[in-house]
């Protein structure tokens, strides 16, 4: 469970969505214009290749970011001539917290514990070594690996005795 962050938390849900239309309708009725609502399990999926990162993400995001599917024919960046930057200019609030998403790639992380929320981002108290959404999947893992090691060995330490 993701519970340690409240920090974009309509993309991380949508990232966390299941694979049926109830939720589908529920997310979309909780956040309304936040995606097309017939596209929203594509969304997912490329929020999904975002979190796995590298070169594809980089590409998807960089659609999603300054192409559409949102596009209005206004442009998503203007010049701040006195700073000498362009600044991002989100056309909705999916692209506006997808650029947030962007400044923090490197936390956006994959649950080792596989768990029904294993797309979060790892909030700034915790390290970047993080490998689990939260404490509890990191306790679940841990006790699950010495399970396995206590299986792994059960017959040799009965015999060592
Ligand atoms: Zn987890």
Redesign the pocket.
């Known amino acids: 469970?993701?519970k340690e962050t409240s920090f974009l938390v309509a993309l991380v849900e949508l990232a966390n969505l299941q694979d049926n239309s109830e939720t589908v309708a529920r997310f979309t009725k909780k956040y309304r214009a936040y995606v097309n609502p017939s596209d929203v399990l594509k969304t997912r999926d490329e929020l999904r290749e975002l979190w796995r990162g590298g070169e594809r993400a980089s590409k998807i995001a960089t659609r999603l970011l300054c192409e559409g599917p949102f596009m209005v024919n206004t442009a998503n960046a203007r010049v701040d001539w006195q700073s000498g930057t362009l600044v991002y200019r989100g056309q909705n609030q999916f692209q506006r917290d997808l650029y947030e998403l962007l400044k923090v790639s490197e936390r956006a992380k994959i649950?080792?514990?596989?768990?029904?929320?294993?797309y979060?981002i790892i909030p700034p108290t915790r390290r970047l070594s993080t490998r689990?959404?939260?404490s509890?999947?990191?306790h679940?893992a841990n006790l699950r690996s010495k399970n396995k090691s206590w299986h792994k060995n059960k017959s040799k330490w009965k015999g060592k005795r």
Request: aromatic share 12%; hydrophobic share 30%; glycine share 6%.
């Open positions: 469970m993701n649950c080792a514990n596989n768990c029904g929320t294993k979060f689990f959404c939260s509890d999947c990191m679940e």
